[in-house]
């Protein structure tokens, strides 16, 4: 553990030999932290763990400005684990309305339901209970500990891989995939003791939504600028852009699934085949994103008694 002194920078394959002080780049993170954070209900003096848990699933690609009123209506509706559990799915992707990924949703009720069948309602605070709960992966594990429960863990996400490349690896951009050096990097930089190391994770996941951003980043405006081993190499362009996927929306299967989902919510009650019909004219794309929607537990089908009469559709 490097707790200070010079750290090694690492691209994809390993160390390279730009070096940076972690010390100097903590207390300027951290101090500009301290004047710029956003007031966010998830991190609040009074925030749950189990709030802190939702605002997690929630926020996995889904931009904050979406996540925080959907955030605090969930919370006033669904306030503890054993809420949640006890609501019927349909409600439960009704209040998820258009954060995006719906499965999500549901994982986090199975979530909520494990937590109150393994751990008597609360959410827990050791690592391996918390990776051990439905669609809690490493990452949503180690944000738990930090943002919850103040513990020291290596909160790696998309804006802490980017500052981490650019200030101490000298890219434009991490690689697409997270990378054991870049594990073994942010966990040097972490601080020893939990309460700053916690904070060490929120802030410089903060700089890296707010200043060190993938497209504009404002360099300008960016605490740790001397620093910055990009800048300093004259922020050399991304190495990795040939092999980024670009997603697109117009026309793919999430788009119709997106539709599908909209009219079940909207509607009071089951909606007859001919309206799901409507909604695409690509016959054989929409069967397809029906049958997904069935097989993902996002949709019921109901078959009519005469077997003449197609089938009617409503959320499960």
Same mark, same amino acid.
């Given at each position: =553990?490097?707790?200070?002194?010079?750290?090694?920078?690492?691209?994809?394959?390993?160390?390279?030999?730009?070096?940076?002080?972690?010390?100097?780049?903590?207390?300027?993170?951290?101090?500009?932290?301290?004047? $710029?954070?956003?007031?966010?209900?998830?991190?609040?003096?009074?925030?749950?763990?189990?709030?802190? !848990?939702?605002?997690?699933? =929630?926020?996995?690609?889904?931009?904050?400005?979406?996540?925080?009123?959907?955030?605090?209506?969930?919370?006033?509706?669904? &306030?503890?684990?054993?809420?949640?559990?006890?609501?019927?799915?349909?409600?439960?992707?009704?209040?998820?309305?258009?954060?995006?990924?719906?499965?999500?949703?549901?994982?986090?009720?199975?979530?909520?339901?494990?937590?109150?069948?393994? $751990?008597?309602?609360?959410?827990?605070?050791?690592?391996?209970?918390?990776?051990?709960? &439905?669609?809690?992966?490493?990452?949503?594990?180690?944000?738990?500990?930090?943002?919850?429960?103040?513990?020291?863990?290596?909160?790696?996400?998309?804006?802490?891989?980017?500052?981490?490349?650019?200030?101490?690896?000298? /890219?434009?951009?991490?690689?697409?995939?997270?990378?054991?050096?870049?594990?073994?990097?942010?966990?040097?930089?972490?601080?020893?003791?939990?309460?700053?190391?916690?904070?060490?994770?929120?802030?410089?996941?903060? !700089?890296?939504?707010?200043?060190?951003?993938?497209?504009?980043?404002?360099?300008?405006?960016?605490? /740790?600028?001397?620093?910055?081993?990009?800048?300093?190499?004259?922020?050399?362009?991304?190495? $990795?852009?040939?092999?980024?996927?670009?997603?697109?929306?117009?026309?793919?299967?999430?788009?119709?699934?997106?539709?599908? =989902?909209a009219l079940l919510r909207d509607a009071m009650g089951p909606v007859p085949a001919a309206a799901v019909e409507a909604l695409w004219p690509d016959r054989a794309q929409l069967e397809r994103c029906v049958e997904s929607l069935l097989a993902?537990?996002?949709?019921?089908?109901?078959?009519?008694?005469?077997?003449?009469?197609?089938?009617?559709?409503?959320?499960?």
């Amino acid at each position: =553990m490097a707790a200070a002194g010079r750290v090694g920078a690492v691209g994809e394959d390993g160390p390279v030999p730009t070096t940076i002080d972690a010390l100097l780049l903590r207390e300027a993170v951290l101090e500009w932290f301290g004047r $710029h954070a956003r007031e966010l209900p998830w991190r609040s003096e009074d925030r749950s763990a189990w709030g802190v !848990l939702v605002s997690e699933v =929630m926020l996995q690609q889904t931009p904050v400005v979406r996540v925080e009123p959907a955030w605090r209506a969930w919370m006033a509706r669904w &306030p503890e684990p054993a809420d949640l559990a006890a609501a019927s799915p349909a409600d439960v992707l009704r209040a998820w309305d258009r954060l995006g990924y719906p499965r999500r949703a549901l994982r986090l009720q199975e979530c909520a339901r494990a937590v109150v069948e393994r $751990h008597s309602g609360v959410v827990p605070d050791a690592a391996e209970d918390l990776l051990a709960l &439905p669609g809690v992966g490493a990452y949503t594990a180690a944000a738990v500990q930090a943002f919850a429960f103040g513990r020291r863990s290596v909160v790696l996400d998309t804006n802490v891989r980017r500052v981490l490349a650019r200030a101490v690896a000298g /890219v434009a951009l991490p690689a697409p995939s997270q990378t054991a050096a870049e594990l073994r990097l942010a966990e040097s930089l972490v601080p020893p003791d939990d309460a700053a190391a916690a904070r060490w994770s929120a802030a410089s996941m903060e !700089l890296g939504a707010l200043v060190c951003t993938a497209r504009s980043p404002r360099c300008e405006s960016c605490p /740790v600028a001397g620093l910055c081993a990009w800048r300093a190499a004259g922020k050399p362009a991304d190495e $990795h852009a040939g092999r980024r996927r670009t997603q697109a929306w117009a026309g793919t299967d999430r788009q119709v699934r997106g539709r599908v =989902m909209a009219l079940l919510r909207d509607a009071m009650g089951p909606v007859p085949a001919a309206a799901v019909e409507a909604l695409w004219p690509d016959r054989a794309q929409l069967e397809r994103c029906v049958e997904s929607l069935l097989a993902d537990g996002l949709l019921a089908r109901e078959a009519e008694p005469d077997e003449d009469q197609p089938p009617t559709y409503r959320l499960p």
